[in-house]
């Protein structure tokens, strides 16, 4: 079931599943409109993904996805639209008024543990936010925008404080025709071998999917869930 509530200025998705009245796990999700019509289909595909877990999903949606979600301020890629640099703040929001909510509601006898997780541009968000604070005990960075605009420098300079993060992309992703988002492909490779190279992270993974950015992203999202869950 799910249950929708005004945090601050922004509007909030919630999913309690499974028969335990306490759970201790919540997995974190900034949306768009898009992801909100498959999110009830992705919460489906993490049970059916996972054993005997209970957990908490709360989905943020957000209005303005390319300023609220990116890290600092990029030229457009396509379109007209560029990016800003409102990362900081939807973390802030994140960490000071929903996680403090949450805990109010679900965590009255445990504290719940954390997982940030996001697709596309909010996938770049959950992985840079975990450099950020080592508040999430686990990031899902799924289909990410890896390509992002000085991104390897940014990965290179800062560590990752989260001790799980998961990796994917479409294997078509990468054949675009926009120069800049084609990066994604080594983009992301480069991000999987500095965790290897570093061990700044006590596991990773970088799993391909069949398709382009546009295909499956709540199985996707799923799959990225349910392996933080499962660790």
Request: proline fraction near 4%; include cysteine; aromatic fraction near 12%.
């Amino acid at each position: 079931m799910r249950t929708e509530r005004m945090i601050g200025e922004k509007h909030c998705f919630l999913y309690k599943i499974g028969n335990e009245q306490q759970v201790t796990h919540c997995l974190m999700q900034a949306i768009d409109a898009h992801d909100l019509e498959v999110l009830d289909k992705e919460v489906e595909l993490i049970q059916e993904l996972t054993t005997n877990v209970s957990f908490l999903l709360a989905a943020v949606l957000i209005k303005d996805w390319n300023r609220e979600l990116s890290p600092w301020q990029a030229p457009p890629v396509f379109g007209r639209e560029s990016f800003g640099a409102g990362a900081k703040e939807t973390l802030a929001f994140v960490i000071e008024a929903l996680i403090p909510e949450l805990n109010k509601w679900y965590g009255e006898k445990d504290p719940l543990k954390y997982y940030l997780g996001g697709y596309s541009l909010s996938g770049l968000f959950a992985l840079w936010s975990g450099y950020q604070t080592d508040v999430f005990a686990g990031i899902a960075g799924v289909s990410p925008s890896v390509w992002f605009p000085d991104w390897e420098d940014f990965i290179r300079s800062h560590t990752m404080q989260s001790p799980l993060v998961y990796l994917s992309l479409g294997d078509r992703e990468e054949r675009t025709r926009n120069q800049v988002m084609a990066r994604v492909g080594t983009a992301i490779r480069k991000q999987q071998e500095i965790f290897m190279e570093t061990n700044e992270v006590q596991e990773s993974i970088l799993e391909w999917n069949p398709g382009n950015h546009f295909v499956d992203s709540e199985l996707r999202m799923a799959k990225g869930f349910a392996w933080l869950l499962n660790r």
